[in-house]
DNA sequence: CCTTTCATGTAACCTGTTACATGATTGG
DNA sequence: CCAATCATGTAACAGGTTACATGAAAGG
């Protein structure tokens, strides 16, 4: 998929700056993009060129002027065409799993070491998504199915790290058992 | 992290030439790489100029000549250290989850459309790990804790899916009941 | 006083992908 | 006869990251 269709998404909810689409993306556990400048900027100009979205620049009185971008009827269009198109299988990214694979070579404490800072790292992921859950702000809500798309896309999430401790919980307490 | 360590590991594991290592990375479900031979060419030579792996042509009659590569001690030390440093924590790619999110402009029979085409393709997914975890051809078992390690790791990979597949179900279920 | 926020944008770089190139052998 | 397997490698491109550049205002 493309940054692209993201940023359309976004502005299918409300107009927004680039700066504003920035905070939204690294900010958000959702997309998998750093929200860098050269790519936000640069794919706004894209999908203004080909009309997707429409631009309005607010100048303000101190601060630098506001480039604010509304999505087209055209826009909206191709955005409902790819939320239609053929889902991707979710990507796994996972460089723990590669360095258990090869931790056969570390003595049982240096292993339970490892093993202990993954818990300890997706435990705190874990609870820091569960605290955002807690407090639903920058997520739309214009219809009551809107908002429950958004709690289950939420609670993907969340189920994901979870399944994630339980497993590593798992390993540590066989690890011990087993005394391997 | 670099794919320099995934090679590294594999060559942990026994000698081996680019061409095996690209299938290994290829087939696998566990390397998050497609294994182009830019990328895995290129790699074996410069972890080969850093002196962590030896170089061996063997010439064969008919068919090319194969390059097989070596860990060395270096090379062991190396991964050693790596396996032992800070995980990081999974990367979620999940571009449905975006789809998902921008679905409210959907009627109830193309939302279902939707989440019932991705159900499927993870499904078709789960099915084929379970099945590739009956035959544990390609993977290490020098001890009997290596061997539980690539069991957990399979695992791992299993839990992952099924949990995806889990949650949108429910999501499925959930939406008839409560007709949104 | 220093850091953060607002707000836009560019340059240089790194990583990864697809596609191309070569060429013999084996299997359906 | 055509496709796949073996086996190495390169070129061109796409996607993404970090760091730089500017500059005012607000907050601790």
């Given amino acids: 998929m493309s940054i692209q269709y ?14 504003d689409i920035k905070k939204i993306i690294s900010e958000s556990d959702l997309y998998p993009w750093s929200g860098n400048n050269n790519q936000i900027y640069r794919s706004l ?4 060129a080909e009309g997707l979205v429409s631009q309005e620049v607010l100048l303000q009185e101190t601060l630098p002027a506001r480039k604010v971008y509304t999505i087209t ?4 269009t191709a955005l409902r065409a790819w939320v239609q198109s053929t889902p991707e299988l979710p990507e796994l990214h996972n460089t723990f799993l590669i360095q258990l694979a ?10 339970d070491a490892m ?13 820091m998504l569960l605290e955002k859950g807690q407090r639903p702000s920058n997520t739309p809500a214009r219809t009551r199915r809107e908002a429950f798309l958004w709690e289950k896309i939420s609670q993907n999430l969340v189920s994901t790290y979870q399944n994630e401790l339980d497993w590593v919980r798992k390993l540590q307490t066989e690890l011990k058992e087993k005394g391997h």
Same sequence: chains 1, 2.
């Fill in 73 to 76: 009827q055209k826009g909206l």
């Fill in 6 to 19: 993201a940023i359309l998404g976004l502005l299918s909810w409300k107009p927004l700056s680039g700066y």
């Fill in 45 to 48: 100009v894209e999908i203004h």
């Fill in 115 to 127: 093993i202990s800072k993954y818990a300890e790292e997706v435990d705190i992921q874990l609870r």
């Fill in 102 to 111: 090869w931790a056969d070579q570390l003595s049982g404490a240096e292993m």
